[in-house]
Nanobody
Framework: QVQLVESGGGLVQAGGSLRLSCTASGATFRLGAMGWFRQAPGKEREFVAAIRRIEDTLYYEDSVKGRFAIAGDFAKGTLYLQMNSLKPDDTAVYYC?????????????????WGQGTQVTVSS
């Protein structure tokens, strides 16, 4: 089993920045990929970004490309999401996810483990 705990959410003005962190514990040696999803009020949970253990390949949802940056250290079980130029549309609960395969796509079913989420609110 793997446990994921997020931190770093909060309230920020539009145009500002936040850095989310995720700490993984347990059988982290099994992980092939880690990433972030988000869910805004009244909307479906959506993919944000992911990183593959092998080759350190990065993947982003189109609306965050150029503004968000994902980074991770699988050996240490840590994952980060640097969010810049934040917009009110980025307001959501952000979830750290991890999978035992190298899947880094947008399907929720591709990830085996989920954190509890951290709230990000961007005011206009």
């Amino acid at each position: 089993q793997v446990q994921l705990v997020e931190s770093g959410g909060g309230l920020v003005q539009a145009g500002g920045s936040l850095r989310l962190s995720c700490t993984a514990s347990g059988a982290t040696f099994r992980l092939g990929a880690m990433g972030w999803f988000r869910q805004a009020p009244g909307k479906e949970r959506e993919f944000v970004a992911a990183i593959r253990r092998i080759e350190d390949t990065l993947y982003y949802e189109d609306s965050v490309k150029g503004r968000f940056a994902i980074a991770g250290d699988f050996a240490k079980g840590t994952l980060y999401l640097q969010m810049n130029s934040l917009k009110p549309d980025d307001t959501a609960v952000y979830y750290c996810v991890a999978g035992i395969t190298a899947y880094t796509g947008s399907s929720k079913d591709g990830y085996n483990y989920w954190g509890q989420g951290t709230q990000v609110t961007v005011s206009s």
